[in-house]
């Protein structure tokens, strides 16, 4: 029997598990917490849990060669240690975070070895890439040119659980999401680049009205510069990737980070109250500190960001849980506690890639393709949409359908065409519109 080794057993480990113990593949699931590993095998006789951590080198050495294919959850500043015994043994591996600098290094060494070391096989990195390529290759075979591309993705809670200021709600790491925020950002529009700030990041959010969701807000996300050669769009005028909020998400988060309240320096915590901190940090005395915030900002009381920050407690009196740590703690750990989706509730992924396109007769037309999901009884929508992609392209290339070799993402069409057409049988697909009017197009 196939054996396949998964390495972690966090949030996206269960839909993978589950797929491959499906389709008759026997699963070994190595975690620091023997119990995860258990749940996830659930008694499948085809399943193995094993407790073990990053710093047992020789196990994981032994592991590796006893499995014909590594699937890495690891935090990624470990996936190259595994990569780099996927090569010694020549195993296949897959994973889905993003591919970085010293993963490409070993390009070379796994063509050599005959295997493929596939990253980026997710949602965001991966079903972006997959269901942009489908569109960028297509329209390229005909003859046609991409003008503008802009591809915007969101995880977020289902309509009926916005019931907080923010409307938001985790169904991923608060602390990922709230540091994904403090980046900067770079994209191209209209054939200039635009380069923002991690203080203006939250300002001037795209408005965008999605199909069967509503208003939605679209921030930038780190450096669109990048996709131009990855999808091999080298006469592009646009290309801008950014992230889906729902409205009010973007002024509240700009009136967070302008009081410094998501920075990452240390500071002493203990005795003071969350006011005290806010207070502290605009240099003022902490009666009626909710006013001058307010004031500072030029934000009226009622204003969405003053009410969220009120209700998240930045406000209060309430003494802070921590005795010395960093404002981003402070505040990531308020959300952590107030704003988690509840078990049961559900969260959606929506996803929009919109292209004006140039076709081989010199006319102008857009292109938009959109995804709504949302969990099911079994998984959230978020740990399904990163975790099958995955699973898929495990079985595809035990069975021999994926036969590339080398580092990769999935932009080669011998990769995302077999991927998507899977995909699909499982209901996550793209719904596309071609041929729409160029007064379509976004920004």
Known sequence: MIKVLLLGAGMVAKPIANYLLQNNIALTICSRTLSKAEKLIN????????????DDFDTLDKMIANHDLTVSLLPFAHHVTVAQLCIKHKKNMVTTSYVSDAMKELDTEAKEAGIIILNEIGLDPGFDHMTAMHIIDKVQSQGGKIKEFYSLCGALAAPEETDNPLKYKFSWSPKGVIMAGNNGAKFKKDGQIVEISSKNLFKNPLQISFPEVGPMEVYPNRDSLAYIDLYNLPNVETMYRGTFRYKNWCETMDAIKALGMVNYEKKDFKGKSYKEVVAEQIGVYPANVKEKVAERLGLQLDSPAIVAMDWLGLFSKFKVHLEEGSTFDLTSDLMLEKMMLPEGARDMVIMLHSFLIETADGKKEVIKSRLLDFANEEDTSIARTVA??????????????ITDTGVHIPIAKTIYEPVLSE??????AMVEEWGLPESEKLG
Do not use: C, D, S, Y
């Open 423 to 428: 995909l699909k049988k499982m209901g996550i």
């Open 43 to 54: 008694g499948h006789p085809n399943g193995k849990a094993f407790a073990w951590t990053i």
């Open 388 to 401: 099958l992609p995955a699973a898929i392209a495990v079985q595809l290339i035990l069975e021999g359908k």
